[in-house]
């Protein structure tokens, strides 16, 4: 209702103008202009609100008219609601009042047509309570969305925290909007890297047995390894919980484990680092609905499967020896090898399975999160899902750009391990709240700067402790109401205005006509109406952030909500001695709290009620 009421306002302005002009070409006040040249105009909302509510720029009739921008507005206004002819820049209607500034016609609504529609934002509000918003953009499409998918090979880096944070404040805000969102983690658990770990925990597990072993001095040989101390942790369990296999490993002192014993190494330590990245990532509210192994794929045969699927639609052919896919006939630059000449696949003949697999299990929507340096895989993705017989606009791949980490000014360069650059780390440092709002507050196609220390402040200047400040602010103000106050001035008790019980029978069944008394004061009605407009435009951002796949844009929101909810607590005082005021403000008090709270949610945030 509110926002259907919000657009009639606005077309009615747009229609003023329209009516204006044409009045404007039939007294021939428009130069050569005629009906037919009207162009589509634009309703903006000014960003200085003092310029009004809507704004309409008709500098693009000039070359018409043949006068300038100020002129050309002057000549409409004129004739904008015909019965009172002004020669004026500014004119007084029954629902609006006008000024023109430069090639602007700006319209200011006037407070009885503004306080109906902004009172029904209130109502909906407290109605719906944190459900305000929610909407069903997505019509229950079923979508896969896919990220992180690390290797379960060491800990995770900052880069996985961005994707985790966005791909998690994604599906809230898609589910948030109606689509049926499904949480995947790819594990890359086949392949050569798992190779490495398994003969890197062997070191390590030597090692922790008193062997005299370590790891390659020479930089290339060192490669084959994974040297990071986080693998001593693993290796302690293991020579806890494999006591005759550690037993056989110190007697025969190789400087190899025997492919059992390499197997069974591989296996323990990818367990145990997929069972840390997975408490991480709970840890840092990320929840997903599967962890799928690329090698569950190898074994059921599904990817031999896909290639036989490939082979009998005629998109594959053998040359010198391999197989290669025709990929080039759905756009990619070249076609691809997907089997090589000793056999083996590549890691493009995976994905293409894995992507047919949710295909085939009824996904119409899929989601990648990859790191940027994969964009050229993207043609190969595409071509293989057409070739297969779907959409390739099925799929959409988000590349996340870097992630610089600065601590007190210096730079963190990634994978040094004298500062902090893993994840769990960082997390340690700054909280889960932090970490969250800052991967999240950037357009994932931006590089993002992490300043640790900004991060941490109670200041401000840290958005995250901005926008927790203003709920938490909030939330005092309801308490205040409803509990006893010391007057530091008159050394005194000021017994409370409001029982809990009292408010909440209020707000529960509260309707718009309750709020007349919320406008008792010109001096006041300004912030208390910029604020109600910044509440409902919450829906749009929803929307916009779901459907484009934005969800930086609830971070961007919440600032601007929490700038618009301070300013109106510096401006308006909510308690006074008018009872019935003081109510209707409170109401309002309620409703950004249920507002911000919702954003803090969707971004998998706290809403702390003190700070």
């Known amino acids: 209702y509110t926002i259907v009421r919000f657009k009639m306002l606005k077309e009615e302005c747009l229609n003023l103008v329209v009516n204006g002009i044409k009045t404007a070409i039939s007294k021939g006040a428009c130069g050569n202009l005629t009906e037919a040249d009207i162009p589509s105009f634009n309703v903006e909302v000014p960003k200085n609100r003092d310029f009004g509510d809507f704004a309409i720029n008709i500098s693009g009739l000039c070359r018409y008219s043949r006068k300038n921008p100020f002129e050309t507005a002057k000549s409409i206004v004129k004739y904008i609601d015909f019965e009172s002819e002004i020669d004026s820049d500014e004119k007084d209607l029954e629902k609006f009042s006008l000024k023109i500034v430069g090639g602007y016609i700006n319209f200011k609504v006037k407070q009885s047509s503004m306080t109906e529609v902004l009172n029904g934002v209130v109502e909906e509000i407290l109605s719906k309570k944190t459900d305000f918003g929610k909407n069903d953009a997505g019509k229950g499409e079923k979508v896969i969305l896919e990220y992180v998918?690390?290797?379960?090979?060491?800990?995770?880096?900052?880069?996985?925290?961005?994707?985790?944070?966005?791909?998690?404040?994604?599906?809230?805000?898609?589910?948030?909007?109606?689509?049926?969102?499904?949480?995947?983690?790819?594990?890359?658990?086949?392949?050569?890297?798992?190779?490495?770990?398994?003969?890197?925990?062997?070191?390590?597990?030597?090692?922790?047995?008193?062997?005299?072993?370590?790891?390659?001095?020479?930089?290339?040989?060192?490669?084959n390894y994974y040297t990071g101390d986080y693998l001593i942790d693993c290796a302690k369990k293991f020579v806890k919980e494999y006591k005759d296999i550690c037993d056989k490993m110190i007697a025969e002192n190789k400087s190899e484990a025997d492919s059992a014993t390499h197997e069974i190494l591989k296996g323990f330590a990818k367990r145990d680092m997929l069972a840390k990245q997975k408490a991480l990532l709970e840890k840092f509210e990320t929840h997903f609905d599967n962890f799928y192994s690329e090698t569950s794929l190898h074994e059921r045969g599904d990817v031999q499967k896909c290639l036989d699927e490939l082979q009998r639609l005629g998109k594959l052919y053998e040359k010198d020896g391999a197989v290669w896919f025709k990929s080039s006939d759905y756009g990619d630059d070249e076609d691809r090898v997907i089997k090589k000449q000793d056999g083996a696949y590549t890691y493009l003949t995976a994905d293409i399975a894995y992507h047919y697999d949710k295909l085939k299990r009824g996904f119409t929507r899929l989601?990648?999160?990859?790191?940027?340096?994969?964009?050229?895989?993207?043609?190969?993705?595409?071509?293989?899902?057409?070739?297969?017989?779907?959409?390739?606009?099925?799929?959409?791949?988000?590349?996340?750009?870097?992630?610089?980490?600065?601590?007190?000014?210096?730079?963190?360069?990634?994978?040094?391990?004298?500062?902090?650059?893993?994840?769990?780390?960082?997390?340690?440092?700054?909280?889960?709240?932090?970490?969250?709002?800052?991967?999240?507050?950037?357009?994932?196609?931006?590089?993002?700067?992490?300043?640790?220390?900004?991060?941490?402040?109670?200041?401000?200047?840290?958005?995250?402790?901005?926008?927790?400040?203003?709920?938490?602010?909030?939330?005092?103000?309801?308490r205040n109401a409803i509990n006893e106050r010391h007057d530091v001035a008159n050394n005194k008790t000021i017994p409370a205005m409001f029982t809990k019980e009292e408010l909440d029978e209020y707000f529960n069944n509260l309707k718009k006509d309750d709020l007349s008394a919320l406008w008792k004061s010109e001096d006041e009605s300004e912030e208390i109406k910029i604020l109600i407009e910044k509440l409902n435009e919450y829906k749009t951002v929803v929307v916009n952030a779901a459907t484009n796949y934005t969800p930086y844009l609830l971070t961007k929101y919440l600032r601007e909500l929490a700038a618009t909810f301070h300013k109106f607590y510096a401006a308006v005082r909510v308690l006074t001695d008018d009872k019935d005021n003081s109510k209707a403000k409170l109401a309002l008090i309620q409703a950004t709290i249920y507002v911000t709270k919702s954003v803090l949610t969707l971004i998998g945030a706290t809403a702390p009620e003190r700070m």
């Open 149 to 223: 998918s690390a290797n379960p090979t060491g800990p995770f880096h900052i880069g996985h925290g961005r994707w985790a944070a966005v791909g998690s404040a994604l599906a809230n805000v898609m589910k948030f909007s109606g689509y049926d969102v499904f949480q995947e983690y790819y594990v890359n658990d086949a392949g050569n890297q798992m190779n490495k770990l398994g003969k890197s925990l062997y070191i390590r597990v030597m090692r922790e047995l008193g062997a005299d072993i370590d790891f390659p001095q020479d930089e290339e040989e060192a490669k």
């Open 367 to 478: 989601i990648n999160i990859w790191g940027a340096d994969h964009h050229g895989y993207i043609p190969r993705m595409r071509a293989s899902i057409e070739a297969l017989g779907y959409n390739p606009d099925s799929l959409t791949v988000l590349l996340g750009q870097l992630v610089n980490l600065s601590i007190k000014g210096e730079q963190v360069r990634m994978g040094k391990r004298t500062k902090m650059v893993t994840l769990d780390e960082l997390i340690d440092e700054v909280g889960v709240d932090a970490t969250r709002f800052w991967m999240i507050m950037r357009d994932i196609n931006n590089t993002l700067e992490f300043d640790v220390e900004l991060a941490k402040s109670q200041t401000d200047e840290n958005p995250v402790f901005y926008c927790q400040y203003a709920h938490a602010r909030a939330c005092s103000v309801i």
